[in-house]
């Protein structure tokens, strides 16, 4: 059983860029969580959703960022006109259902902004 | 913000038990304690969860005091490949995890 892959793993932009980051869950998991990791710093809550729904977006930029979980295919993060400061580490967790399930993390896109 | 409260840094001899404390004293009658770590810059790894037992599976023990204000992590007999940073976090419903800065375990030889 594959684990949560996201893709790609390392990701070059220049400002004003979009950056498009994937996330595919575990087989038979239908939750899927983003978090963004600062240079030196813990990960932050960005999104989180099921299949076609947003359920808590509470820790998204108001601005230039989106995410969806469509029914078919991987989840997707998207961040548009990209500014150096959204370099960072953004990983992707994946659960089976709401509540008290672990959440089984991805390797992590690692995006740099020039 | 994060719940907990934990020191920034610890050192543990390989072979020996690694006693990893968290300060939890505003957590609610239904928030779970979830442990996770990071290695290097990899994706967090579950390690352990529990309400107010004690808990053990294969990676380490839980241990919840009886107000459940705090906690210890325990791994038995830590290696070199448990040198990590390790996340305590308090999880409500919602089922975001709400990271701290964790404690950086330097396990050496």
């Known amino acids: 059983n594959a684990g949560v892959m996201q893709n790609p793993r390392h990701l070059v932009r220049r400002r004003g860029q979009e950056a498009r980051l994937r996330c595919s869950p575990m087989k038979g998991h239908s939750h899927v969580y983003w978090y963004r990791q600062l240079p030196e710093e813990g990960l932050k809550f960005m999104v989180y959703l099921q299949k076609e729904n947003i359920i808590d977006e509470s820790g998204m930029p108001k601005e230039r960022f989106s995410a969806e979980f469509p029914k078919e295919g991987p989840s997707i993060l998207r961040i548009q006109q990209v500014v150096r400061g959204d370099s960072a580490a953004y990983f992707c967790?994946?659960?089976?259902?709401?509540?008290?399930?672990?959440?089984?993390f991805g390797p992590g896109t690692r995006l740099t902004v020039l | 913000d994060a719940k907990t409260t934990q020191p920034p840094s610890m050192d543990c001899a390989e072979g020996r038990a690694a006693n990893l404390p968290c300060n939890h004293s505003t957590i609610s009658g239904n928030e779970y304690v979830y442990w996770y770590r990071q290695i290097h810059s990899q994706g967090p790894q579950y390690i352990i969860h529990?309400?107010?037992n004690n808990e053990t599976n294969e990676m380490a023990s839980l241990i919840i005091t009886e107000d459940r204000k705090s906690s210890t992590l325990i791994l038995p007999h830590a290696t070199l490949r448990d040198t990590a940073v390790y996340y305590c976090?308090?999880?409500?419903?919602?089922?975001?995890?709400?990271f701290g800065t964790g404690t950086r375990l330097q396990v050496f030889p």
């Open positions: 967790a994946s659960s089976p259902g709401a509540g008290r399930d672990e959440q089984f």
């Open positions: 529990g309400l107010k």
């Open positions: 976090i308090v999880r409500g419903p919602i089922d975001k995890l709400i």
